[in-house]
Nanobody, 124 residues
């Protein structure tokens, strides 16, 4: 499975972006999915995860209440709606599949396939 993340860009603080992740070469409809981010000079941070049918979600503490993860299995796609952005949200955002875990997980080592990332820059 190949994942392609898109939708990043430059936005002012308080603004919003909708990130997308489209899969090719296979279906993601039976896999749990997640979003991670990596800010310059920092490690990879868990952002959000969603189970295979979209009925269960999990968020990182830093984005809870501001970001919303969703998916459309008919389009083989994953989304992340980001609202009330702050400069601390500046990072490369990655989507990933978790093919081995039946539950939602935060640890990046438990995700198998990764997209190339899309850069979100939030100006103050």
């Amino acid at each position: 499975v190949q994942l392609q993340a898109s939708g990043g860009g430059l936005v002012q603080a308080g603004g919003s972006l909708r990130l997308s992740c489209t899969a090719s070469g296979g279906t993601i409809s039976t896999f749990n999915m997640g979003w991670f981010r990596q800010a310059p000079g920092k490690g990879r941070e868990f952002v959000a995860a969603i189970n295979w049918d979209g009925n269960s979600v999990l968020y990182g503490d830093s984005v809870k209440g501001r970001f919303t993860i969703s998916r459309d299995n008919t389009k083989n796609s994953l989304y992340l709606q980001t609202n009330s952005l702050t400069p601390d949200d500046t990072a490369v955002y990655y989507c990933a599949t978790s093919t081995r875990m039946p539950i939602l997980v935060r640890h990046d080592a438990l995700y198998d396939y990764w997209g190339q990332g899309t850069l979100v820059t939030v100006s103050s």
